[in-house]
């Protein structure tokens, strides 16, 4: 244990997602040594992000103003919506350059033992995006695991009955990989995901 | 197959410590509290990524140490594994085969198979249900490592929906809680199919290995009575009086047990949201034995159930050799038996039987207090373990 600012410092640090107490002890040290104007232009971002940086109100992504980068591109379609669980999925998706519709940035998914259930989620919000029938098809983009997967059978349930084409995303093979080296579940999922080729 | 090499860096009550192995019989032998059974429950967590003593991995590592690492190698025909796994508390463990880190942890069950035998085996027979769906859960990862996942997909979605039946009916009974059951349908549906790929397997699993406990017993208990096993479903025990009674199909299809969860579920509904449980699926099934038609628990005596309990692990060596007819992708790989103190709990007949049963097997560790322990016919390499130091002596 250290005295007072440093150990408190290293709490707060180790706060922080993927920082364990080692990690935390040690960039508290390197804050420490370091100049002050390095400290200071951290310190201003860190203020910067918190003032500055909101949610975007039609999806929930991360904005500078009341709508997102995404929402306010005119060169977008409107036909399509991505759904996913966080902003950073947004970035993860924006980065292959394959999707240029719309996304709804639902803020997790549904789980029950950590008390979240649809109200604490965005689906109110792309309830109303839906009602005017621009949007014709709706991607479930939320993550391949039991949460995510239960998120996305929930939406279906919800959205397949109002007419609008409902998919997720395909779960499969990797790019570059070996087909008897993946596991039984993944190649399952690949079966039941494949498609025709036409000659 | 065999294990060759062991090698426990801060691992229970070892700093660093290494072994050769070989095949045949190898005796650790040392007074209690040594660290004999350290040796082997490190085997064991490399075959199963759980140990056999306790449920959670901080006891694995060393007091005061950040993580432990646990080496083996082991041989299978002339295919060669070096397996490594670091264990560290409340993170992801990681693993490496053959010095090349692999995706997921779990990709290593399969490359070290072992049946392991221990006096806590006597609560298989005496025990409560929850140690014998262990038993099943261990063995259908053995004999098919790809269940894993689905075995741990079940248990969360089973965690999340308990936890939503439970908040519903807290907040029934007036108590701070959620009545929102919206999601429900969508777990039913996530339970229901994942629990029927586990019951599907189950079913198989219990009807290859019954004729294994019932050879087995005959053999350890010298043919004194007749050994059952069955696997005894929720879905048959909540099943609905009116409803015709289930065909006496012993493996049943994953989709018609899909559609009979999914039934039972529905039909359940208030008492599961009453009580906040959920009252149907495989984490309810339980596995009978039965002795000369009478159930085991309270009607055998000490000495049969000790009986039936090497009878169960016999199977599972038995089974996992010959391999479960229909799953061939991990025929003819005989396990590594271990038995962990297990003479000193027996008779001597029972241990005069035991030992022949295993002294043919491909390699065989033993523990043992004292040196007597070790019975005649498993005469062969002996380690005495000392102050958490081995050494070899024959």
Redesign the interface.
Known sequence: MYEGAVQDLIDELGRLPGVGPKSAQRIAFHLLAADPDEVKRLVDALTEVKNKVRFCERCGNVAQDELCRVCLDPRRSDATICVVEEPKDVVAIERTREFRGRYHVLGGA????A?V???DLRIAGLMSRLQDGTVTEVILATDPN??G??TA??LA?LLVPMGITVSRLASGLPVGGDLEYA???TLGRAFEGRRRISA | MFVTYLALTDFRSYRDVELELEPGVTAFVGPNGQGKTNLVEAIGYAATLSSHRVSQDAALVRAGAERALVRVRAQRGERKAALEIEITPRRANRARINGAPVQRVRDVLGLVRTVLFAPEDLALVKGDPDGRRRFLDQLTVMVRPRMAGTLQDYDRVLKQRSALLKSASAALKGSRGNADLRTLDVWDAKLAALGAQILAVRHELVTALAPHVARAYEQVSAGQGEARIALVSSLDRVADDAAPPAEADQTPSAALLEARLLEAMSRLRPQEIERGVCLVGPHRDDLSLELGGLPAKGYASHGESWSFALALRLACYQLMTTGVPGWDEYQDSEPILVLDDVFAELDTGRRDRLARLVAGAGQVLITAAVPGDVPEELEGARVDVMGGQVRRVR
């Not at chain 1, 549904?110 to 033992?113: D, F, L, V």
């Open positions: 549904i789980n029950p033992i008390g259930g649809p109200d039991v949460e997967e239960a059978t929930y349930r596991d039984e579940v």
